[in-house]
């Protein structure tokens, strides 16, 4: 049962992110119009990376408490910057706060991860040594 709360669960978790950096890759030009500041290439390049970066530090536990934290800092800069201006207007009202909750979530998801994980840089060695 602990595997399932814990490998299984932190694997889960950082899969979506994963992906959705990996979108960033795939097809920037579809996500390159959502971003609200100059240089939109390059953000969603810069995002992406991000994404699954963060998402290889919680699955593996290296630096997954930084990790962690930068994917909720991220989730907060996209309700800050993208879905509380959309609520502004009629057309994209729906749809933001849609995208808000589910950041919102996401967020406080990495930070119990952040709290969770143990405050290491290095990946936990499957082979103990041995004693002679």
């Given at each position: 049962?602990?595997?399932?709360?814990t490998?299984?669960?932190?694997?889960?978790?950082?899969?979506?992110?994963?992906?959705?950096?990996?979108?960033?890759?795939?097809?920037?030009?579809d996500?390159?119009?959502?971003?609200?500041?100059?240089?939109?290439?390059?953000?969603?390049?810069?995002?992406?990376?991000?994404?699954?970066?963060?998402?290889?530090?919680?699955?593996?536990?290296?630096?997954?408490?930084?990790?962690?934290?930068?994917?909720?800092?991220?989730?907060?800069?996209?309700?800050?910057?993208?879905?509380?201006?959309?609520?502004?207007?009629?057309?994209?009202?729906?749809?933001?706060?849609?995208?808000?909750?589910?950041?919102?979530?996401?967020?406080?998801?990495?930070?119990?991860?952040?709290?969770?994980?143990?405050?290491?840089?290095?990946?936990?060695?499957?082979?103990t040594?041995?004693?002679?």
């Open positions: 049962m602990k595997v399932l709360t490998t299984i669960a932190r694997w889960l978790f950082a899969l979506p992110f994963a992906i959705l950096g990996l979108n960033h890759f795939l097809h920037p030009s996500l390159v119009p959502l971003v609200p500041i100059p240089g939109g290439l390059f953000w969603v390049y810069f995002v992406g990376a991000c994404l699954i970066a963060g998402a290889i530090g919680i699955g593996t536990k290296f630096y997954g408490r930084y990790a962690a934290f930068g994917l909720a800092l991220l989730m907060l800069t996209f309700i800050l910057t993208i879905h509380v201006p959309g609520l502004m207007h009629n057309e994209t009202q729906t749809m933001s706060m849609i995208n808000l909750f589910k950041d919102l979530g996401l967020g406080a998801g990495a930070l119990t991860w952040a709290g969770l994980l143990e405050p290491t840089h290095y990946v936990t060695p499957v082979l040594e041995r004693h002679a």
